[in-house]
């Protein structure tokens, strides 16, 4: 079954700052999605990314996938208080089975 | 368009009962898959349905069932309840099958075991 590990497990940093939040994964690839998570409530989708080297921006939100395509970066310019939640990194695997990362929780501090 | 949809938002039951869950995806979307949120195991695949078919399912137990409607509602039960049911249950709808597009997510029901 496919893995995905998250680093680190919670950040707090400071508004305005920049931060990234890795997710690897322990097989290649297909399709991976990022999802954000109000405490206690549903998920948000973020962005998707198929291809090994995509990279798609939202605002100030940057998602990288790289060319090995066992990788993600997720990354935040000029952090907000309304960037807090949990960010969670998921894929499908050839099982079309989907399966979500084990989480970062982000605090911003204003 | 509506979102997901879940009912109840917050369930309380005792050891040893079961309990329904409900998710009326949006509209259009045939595929609805449930997960199961707890602090310590995280988000985890329960099963997916589509055109009414059970299509995967997770490493659960099979106290844990479900079933799609001709409208795409979905229903998810739990027989037997233990205490480690206690959790966050999210349900999700997409066009497709999950893994070909993204999917939307209802606010989840709280269910607490006692």
Known sequence: SQ??????????????KNLTINCTSSKTLYGLYWYKQKYGEGLIFLMMLQKGGEEKSHE?????LDEKKQQSSLHITASQPSHAGIYLCGADDTGNQFYFGTGTSLTVIP | KA??????????????????????????HRSVS????????????LFEYFS?????KGNFPGRF????????????NVSTLELGD?????????????GDNEQFFGPGTRLTVL
């Open chain 1, 3 to 16: 893995e995905l590990e998250q680093s680190p497990q919670s950040l707090i940093v400071q508004e305005g």
């Open chain 1, 60 to 64: 100030k939100i940057t998602a990288k």
């Open chain 2, 3 to 28: 979102g997901v949809t879940q009912t109840p938002r917050y369930l309380i039951k005792t050891r040893g009962q079961q309990v329904t869950l409900s998710c009326s995806p949006i509209s259009g």
């Open chain 2, 34 to 45: 449930w997960y199961q949120q707890t602090p310590g195991q995280g988000l985890q695949f």
């Open chain 2, 52 to 56: 009414e078919t059970q299509r995967n």
């Open chain 2, 65 to 76: 069932s479900g079933r799609q409607f001709s409208n795409s509602r979905s229903e998810m």
């Open chain 2, 86 to 98: 206690s959790a966050l249950y999210l349900c999700a709808s997409s066009p497709n099958l999950q």
